[in-house]
Every structure is written in C-alpha cells, then in structure tokens.
C-alpha cells in the first residue's frame, strides 16, 4: 500500500465532499435512519401475570407462537412472488 494521496481509492470521493463541505455542514450527510420507530408487538391475555400463574406454559406456548406467525411473514417477505 502506497502511502500518500494517490487519490484513487474507494471513498477518496466521500472524503474529498465531506472536507468541502466540513465547515457548513449540520448532522449526517449520509446513512441517516428515517425518523420514529416502530411499536413493539404485544401479545395481550386475559389474566395478569402473576408470579404464581399456573397457566405459564399456555402463555408460553401462545408467545413462540406469536414469534413463530411474525418469522413466518419475515421469511414470506423475503421470498420472490410472496403475497403482500
């Protein structure tokens, strides 16, 4: 590797803009993550959970289902000709 400014490598472009533009910039110039977030999804029960539920299992089971339904779309989406 030669050491120096040769001036032809890969981001020497990205580099040479963001020195030019450095002074008068504010924020990110690129990569920058649209705003707000998506809500957590929530799985909802009839009872509140209670340290002494005896139905932990089911609510289990009703979770990995849950998590299982939303992988499921995750892999479909992924797939070409996949409903929308």
């Known amino acids: 590797m030669a050491a120096g400014g040769s001036g032809n490598g890969l981001y020497d472009h990205l580099y040479k803009k963001?020195?030019?533009e450095r002074?008068?910039?504010v924020g990110y110039s690129f990569q920058q993550a649209p705003g707000g977030s998506a809500?957590?999804?929530?799985?909802?029960f009839?009872?509140?959970?209670r340290w002494w539920t005896w139905?932990?299992?089911?609510r289990r089971r009703t979770l990995l289902a849950e998590r299982d339904r939303?992988?499921?779309d995750i892999l479909?989406?992924?797939k070409p000709g996949a409903p929308k």
Do not use: G
């Open 55 to 58: 139905n932990r299992w089911r």
């Open 70 to 72: 939303l992988q499921q």
């Open 39 to 44: 809500p957590a999804p929530l799985v909802t």
């Open 23 to 25: 002074d008068s910039h």
């Open 76 to 78: 479909q989406m992924k």
């Open 46 to 49: 009839r009872e509140k959970l």
């Open 18 to 20: 963001f020195f030019a």
